[in-house]
């Protein structure tokens, strides 16, 4: 089966294939690799390959009224979105913006509040407690936990059920004592939420949010 793919050759030992929400393949291997190794890896990943697309086409479908923005989530309910308004405001059945750039501090100003009290309450239990806490808007990511154990979220957070932003909190708390991903992280993050491989996988479905807005 043939694929429309990108390659990226570099100086590397291994060969990785990702697949965006958008359904563009990207193939990162070593400068040697020839296109017909890449064809046959290819082939032989269509199984996992035609299981992403399928779901990724789902989603987007799903979600095309969000990405076309004319609706918005708010804590995992999808409402209706009004841009270029003369307010700024959320309501239970929409979310009304001046501009886009209105949608972070609306969300703080609503929102803010109670997520540090969440955040706090977990970093006591675990006695894991960050040197600051600031929000942002990234472009990539849900959160972040530097060097200096301070944590910081993208704002977007507030979009995603209350589930998932217990996952996304759990995850970088667990970050001020293991700054990695290792098995003692995931046990440590397993210890507070036993069912976070089902809540980590169910955020990937929203990870397209963070590049909207």
Same mark, same amino acid.
Not at 192 to 197: A, G
Not at 205 to 213: G, H, K, M, N, Q
């Given at each position: 089966?043939?694929?429309?793919?990108?390659?990226?050759?570099?100086?590397?030992?291994? *060969?990785?294939?990702?697949? @965006?929400?958008?359904?563009?393949?990207?193939?990162? #291997?070593? $400068?040697?690799? @020839?296109?017909?190794?890449?064809?046959?890896? $290819?082939?032989?990943? +269509? &199984?996992?390959?035609?299981?992403?697309?399928?779901?990724? =086409? %789902? @989603?987007?479908?799903?979600?095309?009224?969000?990405?076309?923005?004319?609706?918005?989530?708010?804590?995992?309910?999808?409402?209706? !979105? !009004?841009? #270029? +308004?003369?307010?700024? *405001? *959320?309501?239970?059945?929409?979310?009304?913006?001046? +501009?886009?750039? =209105?949608?972070?501090? /609306?969300? #703080?100003?609503? !929102?803010?509040?109670?997520?540090?009290?969440?955040?706090? &309450?977990?970093?006591?239990? /675990?006695? $894991?407690?960050?040197? @600051?806490? =600031?929000?942002?808007?990234?472009? =990539?990511?849900?959160?972040? #936990?530097?060097? &200096?154990?301070? /944590? *910081?979220?993208?704002?977007?957070?507030?979009?995603?059920? &209350?589930?998932?932003?217990?996952?996304?909190?759990?995850?970088?708390?667990?970050?001020?004592?293991?700054?990695?991903?290792?098995?003692?992280f995931w046990c440590l993050v397993g210890s %507070?939420?036993?069912?976070?491989?089902k809540r980590k996988k169910k955020l990937k479905? !929203?990870?397209?949010?963070?590049?909207?807005?």
């Open positions: 089966m043939k694929y429309d793919y990108e390659i990226i050759r570099k100086k590397r030992t291994g *060969i990785s294939i990702s697949i @965006s929400e958008q359904n563009k393949i990207t193939v990162k #291997c070593p $400068l040697y690799v @020839s296109d017909k190794k890449i064809d046959e890896l $290819l082939d032989e990943k +269509s &199984a996992w390959i035609e299981k992403v697309i399928h779901e990724n =086409s %789902i @989603s987007l479908k799903m979600n095309e009224d969000v990405i076309n923005y004319s609706k918005i989530y708010v804590n995992g309910t999808k409402i209706q !979105f !009004f841009n #270029c +308004s003369d307010r700024n *405001i *959320i309501t239970d059945y929409a979310v009304h913006v001046k +501009s886009r750039r =209105s949608l972070k501090n /609306l969300f #703080c100003d609503m !929102f803010l509040e109670d997520f540090y009290v969440k955040i706090q &309450a977990i970093s006591n239990y /675990l006695t $894991l407690i960050p040197q @600051s806490v =600031s929000i942002k808007n990234y472009a =990539s990511r849900w959160g972040c #936990c530097d060097g &200096a154990n301070n /944590l *910081i979220f993208n704002y977007k957070v507030f979009m995603l059920p &209350a589930n998932l932003q217990e996952y996304v909190i759990v995850h970088e708390i667990c970050h001020i004592k293991y700054h990695n991903h290792s098995m003692d %507070i939420l036993p069912d976070y491989k479905e !929203f990870d397209f949010i963070t590049r909207l807005y």
